[in-house]
DNA sequence: TACAGTTGAACTGTACTACAGTTTGGTTCA
DNA sequence: TGAACCAAACTGTAGTACAGTTCAACTGTA
């Protein structure tokens, strides 16, 4: 521990910090999916030149919140029947790939541990902690894949689609939702695999089915 | 089929299309790992504005051949043994669980007529062909996953590992190629997922040392 | 009343200029 | 030989300008 331990030189661009926030922005629901990111609004508002914003908005694009489109600009991403699909069946495809393999003890530890906070969300009632532990969870299942490409890859789609929820505003059950990852985990601790993968591939599936309910009375 | 189908405006920015031009001088090799990509002597070159390139570089930043450094702008990846060694690590776990699931009939098909290429090129001999054809391959079987986002995922890495490959000018020795590969065919081609597994696993373990190996001779 | 056509404001895509701060490679000096 | 210094090159950001596109409101017509 050195005494300037911490100390660190702001090494980071205005349009970085810039993209970090439009990001929080996003997530937190100041754009609903679909809206138009203006570029002369955004840069008068905050103080900055355009092409400030314009490549804040560039970076952005990177975590996959916005996409563009000519002349139009950048455009917030918006949870269609066919995206939801899409990211739920990779999803599917990652989560049980990795319950087949067999964690070693500190993975097995992380998502005994990330179960837990799962638990315990569940009894605040708080609905934004539930998503983020549940989302945590299966992030936590991911790890025993042991690739970092694709530990950053779902984390990737894990904000895409805690954003899908924020502006669904998911009706959470909690009781639900627990008992359904609590057969999950005792598979896993169990370290039947067939089952484990049966268990995930339910969880997802029935998720899915929920948020396209969703979907369709939201329209 | 309409009468106009095919008929399409030209739509996309000068941007979008520098992205697409530097991409393709890169992957040919005119810029190598490392090399910063300046603006203004591109932008001079190609008689664009300097915020025009500086847009064109943050596209190209989304397949994943730069990546930004504060107050250096954009930089060419390089093969380092950490970026292989976890490009393959998800290669592999994507592409064995690609060989668990049972492929379609056009699966199936697309993946013997993609083994069938490979055998064509290696018969020619040309190297940019063979690797093509290789990774043609490979992401025909994660086709099995039936999943979209990963085949996007996997296609961003092929892109990548085929600069690599590029960069290190690999000398490949066809026969021993296709041999290879042929093992897998026959796996798939049986249905024997186990054996399918185990032979992917092997390939692309052969296949993250020899490149190690090149990577070690280049230095 | 419904609908085609027109118009204008708002906005994007691109260019150009400018400048402070950082990096870099070379050169001088101890 | 190595540290200190310096100037050139380059990035990050601001600001202005303008042509082309989009979009919604307005107008005229059947």
Tied chains: 1, 2.
Excluded: C, W
Aim: glycine residues 4%; proline residues 3%; charged residues 30%.
């Amino acid at each position: 521990m050195s005494a300037l331990d911490g100390l660190e030189v702001r090494r980071t661009t205005t349009a970085q910090q810039l993209a970090d926030g439009l990001a929080d922005r996003i997530m937190a629901g100041a754009f609903g999916p679909g809206d138009r990111l203006r570029e002369s609004a955004i840069a008068a508002e905050l103080g900055v030149a355009r092409n400030t914003i314009r490549e804040a908005v560039r970076i952005l694009e990177l975590t996959g919140l916005v996409r563009y489109e000519v002349n139009r600009g950048a455009v917030v991403i918006a949870p269609t029947p066919e995206n939801v699909e899409a990211l739920y069946t990779a999803r599917e495809r990652l989560e049980t790939a990795a319950a087949v393999r067999t964690p070693r003890p500190e993975q097995l530890q992380a998502i005994n541990t990330a179960f837990d906070d799962l638990v315990e969300a569940a009894k605040t009632g708080d609905p934004k902690q539930i998503v983020d532990r549940d989302l945590a969870f299966h992030q936590a299942i991911v790890t025993t894949l042991d690739s970092s490409r694709l530990d950053d890859f779902y984390a990737a789609m894990t904000k895409e689609l805690r954003f899908y929820l924020t502006v669904l505003s998911k009706d959470d059950t909690p009781d639900e939702i627990v008992a359904e990852h609590r057969v999950i985990v005792d598979a896993i601790r169990a370290g039947d695999r067939d089952r484990a993968v049966a268990e995930i591939s339910a969880h997802i599936d029935t998720s899915v089915q929920r948020l396209k309910q969703l979907l369709a009375d939201d329209r």
